[in-house]
Structure formats: structure tokens, C-alpha cells
């Protein structure tokens, strides 16, 4: 997929042929109740706390917030054309974050004196529906696909500035498509940021995608996105997974990632040409699932990704072995992995989840004389890595503190001792939900 410099005729002109060719058009904005009617308000209170100990001796990064976000979105206005529009404000209070450690965990947001104790923005989109596709504009957009994924790890989410077209005419086909000119981490209250190569420190002011998913059967989908970081690359995802169930107890599920990302204009992250490859096959049954995987990236590149500021990852990598700390995602590595979950409700405990899950990554490549200075920080067979997590997750099934949310995650990362691109470290994250409706 070549995406032009006609964006903006493509993302008026795609919802007409894309009505055109749907057997059920008007099937979503026909059933509108009107612009107040179908109004809803969401509040949600998240508390994080947030430890990276790096055992080689260097600063640790150590924080706590509160975060409160409160999301308004209006119902469509009746006719061919609905109109609406949503709303959102967040905060994010320092709990704790002194000693030495703010400002260095991306939790809370960072001043020139460390961290803020109180730091709030406000952003909002308008949109427009015509059957079953719908187009929105704003400085509020939170997209989530395999090349622009803003990530919601932190207090309050990250968010872009621009168009998000999204269509779902065709059963059991999904399409998107997006143009955005700005950027607001998760760390941040400012709206007009630039998109970042995090690796390379590169940035961008222009990020597309195009793409979408399509449900063959019930047991195989398939997966196809491009996208454009203006000046820094141009990259292809596709997905494939396919289950094979034996009863309704026990399946075998695979799951094929690719990434082929190449430089573009003016290659501010310098040349970049890397194939990244994961394949993961997990058994299931009665609750248990295991799972064994094996990634490999192809290149003297690592496989870079989505930042929105200095200094912070977002989630736009699905490859099978990206964990908590590290993705062994490094040039030239190859990795396996093997995690077991289990979801207790089928042993009379609904909500409670446990999980494990081990990496080792080897063969990275020595960039250090590479004549690309931005990925230059590999330092060859001393990035040999393994990572190891652990947690849980429980959310409350009924009572006043129905949907009440908390997620324990427990991460170790070892590393040789002469490696430039990371260190050893232990990372524990307590995150706690409590959202509630309003109306």
C-alpha cells in the first residue's frame, strides 16, 4: 500500500465506496436516538505505582500517581449524516515521587523541577457517520493497530492530533485509516508534540496508516496495515491466526506477526531496512493455556517503533516476544519464549487471572561501527538477554465496587554486563481501576 499526499480526498471519498459496496448500509446510523439521547459519561480513577530497580548501581526510576479521567461522548444527530462529539479531561496528581526518582518512571508529569504535583489537560473530537463508517477529527484520538498503537500504560493515555476513519460495512471486515500532525504522551499535557523513532531519537510531525482486519471463518483472521512516518520510514504489518478447536475445552492457537519496515524521505533515523518475524503456538484448555514462541529480526536495525515523546516506547509492536522490560527486538536477534496463563473462572474464581512467561534473546548484532550513528549502541554477543514476568489480574464481578480493577505485574531482565543498549533490571507495576458510569 502506497499512501499519496491526497489524504484528505481519500478519507472523504472512502466512506462513499465503501457504502456503495455494503449489503446493510444505514444499518448503524439508522438506529441513532439523537444527539442527547445517546449522550453517556464515564468516569475512571487509575492509581499506579511504578518501580524500575537497574541492579548495576545507576538511578532506579520510582514513582506514584493518581489519575482521573472523565470521558464524554454525545449520540449522533439523526438522518443520512449523523454528527457528534466527544470530550475528555484527565489529571494526574504525584503521590509520591521524591528521593531522588522524579520524573524518571514517564508516570508522572515532568517539570523543571522534577515532576509536577498536579498536571491536567483537556481535548475533544468531532465526528460524522454515514452507515456503518465513521470519521472523526480532534486532538483527542486513541487508535490501537499494530503500527499506531498510543499507548493507555500510565495514568491517563496518550493521544493524537488529526483524522481517524474508521468502517466496518462489509461483515466481518474491519477497516481504519488515519492522518495525524501532533502527538500528547502520556507524560504530558501538551497537544502539539512531535512522533518519535524512540530508538533513534528521530522525530516526525506526520504519521499514516491504512489497514484492517478480516474474519475469514471463526477460526482464521487475517491481518494487513501500512504506515508512513514522514522522513523517518515506511513499514508493512500482517498478521495471521488461525485456531484449531478439538471441543470446547481444549484448542491450538497460532499466531504469525511480520513487520517490513524501510527509511523514506529525508531518513532522519538514517537507513533502516529490517524484516521482523514471530510465530506462536499456544494450547488451551479448561482455563490453562501455554504457549511456546519464537521471534527474529532481520537487519543491522533494531525493529523501532512508535514514540510520542522523548524517551517513552508506545505499543505498536506485536511481535510474541515483546514483554514487560525488554522486546528482543535488537538487530539481527533471534529469541524464544514460553508463558503459561490461567484464568481461574473455570475453578468457580470469575475476574482472577495468573500469568508467567520467559524470553532469551541471542545473536544481536555489533552496531557500534555501523555507519548508522542512531542505532549505533549494540554491542554484539554482550546483549545477550532473558527476561522473566509474573502477575495477576483481578476485577470485581458484582456489588458497589463492581468492574473495581487491580493488576500486580512483576518483571526481570537480565543483560551481560558489557551491553550499551540496555541494563539489568527489576520492574514491579500495581495498577488499580475503578471506573463508573455516570450516566
Not at 504469525?256 to 531518513?267: H, I, R
Not at 506485536?318 to 528482543?328: E, I, M
Not at 482472577?352 to 555489533?366: A, I, N
Not at 549494540?378 to 480493577?405: C, I, P
Amino acid at each position: 500500500m502506497n499512501l499519496t499526499d491526497n489524504k484528505a480526498k481519500l478519507l472523504l471519498a472512502l466512506p462513499l465506496a465503501l457504502v456503495g459496496a455494503s449489503g446493510f448500509a444505514l444499518a448503524n446510523q439508522a438506529q441513532s436516538k439523537g444527539f442527547i439521547e445517546d449522550s453517556t459519561l464515564d468516569f475512571l480513577a487509575r492509581n499506579i505505582y511504578w518501580y524500575h530497580n537497574r541492579t548495576d548501581g545507576s538511578v532506579d526510576n520510582r514513582e506514584w500517581g493518581q489519575g482521573l479521567r472523565l470521558d464524554y461522548r454525545s449520540g449522533y444527530t439523526q438522518g443520512l449524516v449523523g454528527f457528534a462529539l466527544e470530550a475528555s479531561g484527565y489529571a494526574a496528581i504525584k503521590l509520591d515521587g521524591g528521593r531522588g526518582y522524579s520524573g524518571r518512571a514517564n508516570v508522572l508529569v515532568p517539570d523543571t523541577q522534577g515532576t509536577r504535583d498536579e498536571a491536567s489537560s483537556a481535548a475533544a473530537n468531532i465526528k460524522m457517520r454515514l452507515s456503518a463508517t465513521e470519521l472523526k477529527y480532534g486532538n483527542n484520538l486513541r487508535p490501537y493497530n499494530p503500527v499506531f498503537a498510543p499507548a493507555d500504560a500510565r495514568l491517563v493515555p496518550a493521544t493524537a492530533t488529526g483524522f481517524w476513519l474508521t468502517s466496518h460495512e462489509i461483515k466481518d471486515l474491519e477497516l481504519e485509516a488515519g492522518r495525524f500532525t501532533a502527538a500528547k504522551d502520556f507524560n504530558s499535557t501538551n497537544s502539539s508534540d512531535d512522533f518519535y523513532a524512540p530508538y533513534a531519537q528521530a522525530t516526525s510531525k506526520t504519521v499514516e496508516f491504512l489497514g484492517g482486519n478480516y474474519q475469514v471463518n471463526k477460526d482464521f483472521s487475517l491481518s494487513l496495515y501500512s504506515s508512513r512516518y514522514k522522513d523517518i520510514w515506511r513499514s508493512h504489518y500482517t498478521n495471521l491466526n488461525y485456531s484449531v478447536p478439538f471441543n470446547e475445552s481444549q484448542s491450538v492457537n497460532f499466531d504469525f506477526n511480520f513487520y517490513k519496515t524501510k527509511d523514506q524521505g529525508q531518513k532522519r533515523a538514517g537507513n533502516i531496512d529490517v524484516k521482523a518475524w514471530s510465530l506462536a503456538a499456544a494450547y488451551r484448555i479448561w482455563g490453562h493455556s501455554i504457549t511456546l514462541s519464537h521471534q527474529r529480526v532481520n537487519g543491522d536495525q533494531p525493529l523501532d517503533y512508535l514514540g510520542m515523546g522523548p524517551g517513552t516506547y508506545h505499543d505498536s509492536i506485536y511481535l510474541a516476544n515483546a514483554g514487560q522490560v525488554a522486546d528482543f527486538n535488537g538487530p539481527g536477534e533471534r529469541s524464544w519464549g514460553a508463558a503459561y496463563r490461567l484464568n481461574l473462572q473455570e475453578y468457580g474464581v470469575p475476574g482472577l487471572s495468573l500469568y508467567m512467561r520467559y524470553m532469551r534473546g541471542r545473536h544481536v548484532k555489533d552496531t557500534t561501527g555501523k555507519s548508522n550513528p542512531n542505532y549505533n549502541f549494540y554491542s554484539g554477543h554482550g546483549e545477550n538477554h532473558w527476561e522473566r514476568d509474573m502477575g495477576f489480574a483481578y476485577t470485581v464481578q458484582e456489588g458497589k465496587a463492581k468492574d473495581l480493577s487491580l493488576q500486580v505485574r512483576y518483571g526481570v531482565h537480565r543483560i551481560g554486563s558489557n551491553a550499551l543498549s540496555d541494563s539489568s533490571s527489576d520492574q514491579v507495576r500495581v495498577i488499580i481501576n475503578f471506573p463508573f458510569n455516570i450516566f
